[in-house]
DNA sequence: TGTACATCAGTGAACGCGCGTTCACTGATGTAC
DNA sequence: TGTACATCAGTGAACGCGCGTTCACTGATGTAC
């Protein structure tokens, strides 16, 4: 699973290997990829060059480990939360509403580790095949949910539309977090946010 | 204008500014911005790299002349293509289908040198400024043209909802460009898009 | 339980590299008389 | 028109810096008998 670290075989550099990546993630976080430089890293985690290169082949490994971690967490968001069980009873309606609702809370609460990726994308195989994946992931346990109220959609393909929906409401909020509060001269307030992209959406799949 | 450019005397010096910047935009659009360092635009434009500074004060200064160049080439763009005079006679419906095929293709047919500044957007201030100004320009002029049909548009607050859908187009399209052709899979051709795009802010809208 | 030794873990100075930038210099152009 | 000189333009070696990475070393842990 944790293919590109070698193995910590004690508790003492399990531990090590954690201050690492708690170190690099909030970095990561507060300050994007240039501010992740390994120098950093061991200065923040109060480590050592030589035992960040006991764990990781190169600074590309630990990329590697933080981007297949966001992605694995994300997925597993996208399956507990997209659960059709959750939502019986509800109107289909209610479940655009919620999954909207849902999506700009995740990316307005802190912005993703996943954007500071970015950068990498065009470059690096790896990260491109484990964004798909991602991406594929919860386009699936969306379309799984959504499908249930097939006849509620009145949209001529719905699952073309499924997918569409989903592009266009990360695409949305994830420039709204690389434009960092300034879009249109103001930022928009979430709610006002949920509200329209939920109308659009309702209107574009053609919810009854 | 130019204001960070120290502004050439000799017809021999404007030829290696232009040099200079010929380059720097090819690299930028073919690498991008991680490419872009003054040896290589020194050598891909074959001048010097104190001819280079000669011109500029820094590595800062080309950037952001090439992204106040952009800028204003955008903006010129959507003055133009947005003049309501050229859709007299045109129904509101067109109108949309025109703007949305055009962007599409403004995205699509080469990336944008836009997207190549998007990793400097969080750091600078000029660049922010500039982009934000690009943006407001952009949806002053589609709004004018759209607001002439005002009537046609049953969104109850058609100024909000103009202002969304351009989010929403430059957005998709934005981040269609980045994943460079792997979304979900299948990178969606252009056809496709804009019909998809088009129903949805459509419908949104509220057209007729 | 105690001891010897192999392996694992951690340290931080040092290296090579490419970057942005400077600078001493040569050559081209414009200006004054 | 010709000459002298100031200014503009162009060159490329060299500098300092921070990066990713290596390496010789010390200390901690596990294992064998």
Redesign the pocket.
């Known amino acids: 699973m944790l293919r590109w670290v ?12 954690g ?1 690492i990546l708690d170190a690099a993630e909030k970095i990561l976080l507060e300050e994007g990829l240039d ?8 200065k923040e985690s ?17 990329l590697s480990m933080l981007h297949e971690r966001a992605c694995a967490q994300t997925i597993a968001t996208a399956e507990a939360g997209f659960d059709p069980a959750l939502f019986e009873g509800q109107s289909t309606r209610e479940i655009v509403e919620t999954f909207v609702a849902f999506a700009v809370k995740l990316f307005g609460a802190r912005r993703s580790i996943m954007n500071s990726f970015s950068a990498a994308f065009g470059t690096d195989k790896g990260f491109a095949d484990r964004r798909t994946k991602t991406a594929v992931a919860i386009g699936q346990n969306l379309m799984k949910l959504l499908l249930t109220r097939r006849k509620d959609l009145r949209h001529p393909d719905p699952q073309r539309a499924i997918a569409m929906s989903l592009r266009v409401v990360t695409a949305t909020l994830e420039q709204r977090n690389g434009l960092q509060r300034n879009a249109l001269g103001v930022r928009v307030a979430d709610d006002l946010l949920i509200e329209e992209l939920g109308r659009m959406i309702l209107g574009y799949l053609g919810v009854k």
């Open positions: 070698n193995a910590p075989l004690q508790a003492r550099s399990e531990k090590t290997l201050k501010a992740l430089t390994v120098p950093r890293v061991v109060k480590t050592s060059t030589g035992s960040f290169y006991a764990r990781f082949d190169d600074k590309m490994s630990l």
